[in-house]
């Protein structure tokens, strides 16, 4: 069976400080992993996957296969951080379905 | 944003009654999905189609049907509204199922009274 777990709900943060939102996930095979975002009012949307290896909006998250995680970083935290990021995984076997965490709610405090 | 369109945004109907959610994109993308996000749950699977006339189930499919007649069109089905189907659904695209990126619409507020 294919999990993802993001152990926090809710997260808050002061403006400048790191952040670190955690996603853990249970996947037998090789796992193709994302980060999703949604900013109040506005869809869902990508924003990152780790297969590109890129740093979107200052984010950026390391697969470690061997703590089978995900987690996403970012070194400053600014107010427009502030939204609902999701998990997600996929794999050769998931049947073409993503998988989504629980979400967790960042806040920035300004 | 992707050519991707709900309809309706908002419903509030009756338990009992059959609801429809349409899903209209226009990127010709093969790949259709429902989610329904819930507080506590994040968005969980409904259905999903790989192509015109091919869906199939996913975690919380119960008590919802689908049909995609033409590629640019999935309709969600809600047979017999209930008060747990009170949620906000949402339609995604992909050109190529999970190894690519999904596309999210707008979302629908659905409301069971």
């Known amino acids: 069976a294919q999990r993802v777990t993001q152990p926090e709900k809710l997260l808050s943060v002061f403006k400048g400080a790191p952040v670190e939102l955690k996603c853990n996930y249970s996947y037998s095979g090789s796992p193709e992993l994302f980060w999703y975002v949604q900013y109040s009012r506005q869809r869902l949307q990508l924003l990152l996957r780790?297969?590109s290896r890129e740093s979107i909006k200052g984010f950026t998250a390391d697969l470690n296969k061997g703590e089978t995680s995900f987690h996403l970083k970012k070194p400053f935290a600014q107010e427009e951080d502030s939204a609902m990021y999701y998990c997600a995984l996929s794999g050769g076997d998931t049947g073409n379905q993503f998988y989504f965490g629980t979400g967790t709610s960042l806040t920035v405090i300004p | 944003d992707a050519g991707i369109t709900q309809s309706p945004r908002h419903k509030v109907t009756e338990t009992g009654t059959p609801v429809t959610l349409r899903c209209h994109q226009t990127e010709n993308h093969r790949y259709m999905y429902w989610y329904r996000q819930d507080p506590g749950h994040g968005l969980r699977l409904i259905h999903y189609s790989y192509g015109v006339k091919d869906t199939d189930k996913g975690e919380v499919s119960d008590g919802y049907s689908v049909s995609r007649s033409k590629t640019e069109d999935f309709l969600l089905t809600l047979e017999s509204a209930t008060s747990s189907q009170t949620s906000v659904y949402f339609c995604?695209?992909?050109?190529?199922?999970?190894?690519?990126?999904?596309?999210f619409g707008q979302g629908t507020r659905l409301t069971v009274v």
């Open positions: 780790h297969i």
């Open positions: 995604a695209i992909s050109e190529q199922g999970a190894w690519t990126e999904a596309f």
